[in-house]
């Protein structure tokens, strides 16, 4: 059995170790440290189905997560978009571990989960990973209704450049209608901020205004939480600073916002579903305002 209070003295020591670097070896790292980690469901308690066509690219798939026994009505849906730097990063990123605690975590607190693939630059760039996230989300509310899930109690949430996928998604006044609430975690919102990625944003900075998700995120109906941790890059935190700032020139109020303490740009979706609360009870916080 896994000591809880001394893996997460472990995890804590290793996450201050890195500061705020960011390397594919750190997140090697992290994976296989918070793999075992992992609350294993009761057997036989969700319903999984993997690898849903919602699309036409092979990359438009989804795995759904839902209670074995079909409930009338879920809390809600939570929708979940990986990171990856715009060029990689896989719904199952670990086979069962990542991103398959998002789902089992959604399901234990009576929610269905979907977690995504889209498409991936270079190949696809700009605006490809917003409009797979706006097909996602459409297969959703058309489909979930057969799963116990309410269409209409979709939040969508995303994490590094899954979040900026969501936000551009959101910057869309018509599109971001069909959400109760979004979850952003770690983006990149405000394309003034070097440095852009440009193997997805495109090479001409004159385009990155219009490219920008930032105002249109900033005046989205739906409620908004805005997370960063403790040890995310400088930049990645003042991408954070900058859209509440936005926000709340848009719409007069502040998003909900939270700092992860003790987490960095990885280990902020790795510990989701273990013995760590800190996403946990965030993410719990937010969603009890929604219904």
Not at 74 to 85: A, E, K, P
């Amino acid at each position: 059995m896994i000591d809880a209070v001394n893996a997460q003295a472990e995890a804590s020591a290793k996450i201050k170790a890195c500061g705020q670097q960011i390397s594919p070896a750190i997140y090697a790292d992290l994976k296989a440290f918070y793999a075992p980690l992992q609350l294993k469901p009761p057997v036989d308690s969700a319903l999984v189905e993997r690898d849903l066509v919602y699309g036409p690219h092979p990359r438009h798939r989804l795995n759904l997560f839902a209670p074995a026994k079909r409930r009338v009505r879920c809390d809600g849906v939570l929708v979940f978009v990986h990171g990856g730097g715009f060029v990689s990063g896989d719904k199952d990123e670990a086979p069962g571990a990542f991103f398959d605690n998002v789902g089992h975590w959604a399901v234990s607190h009576g929610m269905i989960g979907v977690t995504i693939n889209y498409r991936l630059a270079p190949e696809h760039g700009w605006p490809a990973g917003s409009d797979d996230v706006g097909a996602a989300v459409d297969w959703v509310r058309q489909k979930v209704a057969r799963y116990g899930g309410n269409p209409e109690r979709v939040v969508l949430m995303g994490h590094s450049a899954g979040a900026t996928h969501v936000a551009g998604f959101m910057a869309d006044t018509q599109r971001s209608t069909m959400v109760a609430g979004c979850i952003c975690v770690s983006g990149i919102y405000d394309l003034r901020v070097v440095p852009v990625n440009p193997a997805y944003f495109g090479a001409d900075a004159a385009l990155y205004p219009e490219r920008s998700p930032l105002a249109g995120l900033a005046r989205a109906p739906a409620p908004l939480l805005i997370l960063v941790t403790e040890y995310d890059p400088a930049a990645i935190q003042r991408h954070a600073v900058n859209l509440c700032a936005a926000r709340l020139e848009a719409v007069s109020t502040l998003p909900h916002f939270a700092q992860l303490s003790g987490h960095n740009h990885f280990s902020s979706i790795l510990h989701l579903n273990s013995a760590d609360f800190t996403l946990s009870d965030e993410l719990l916080k937010f969603t009890a305002r929604l219904w």
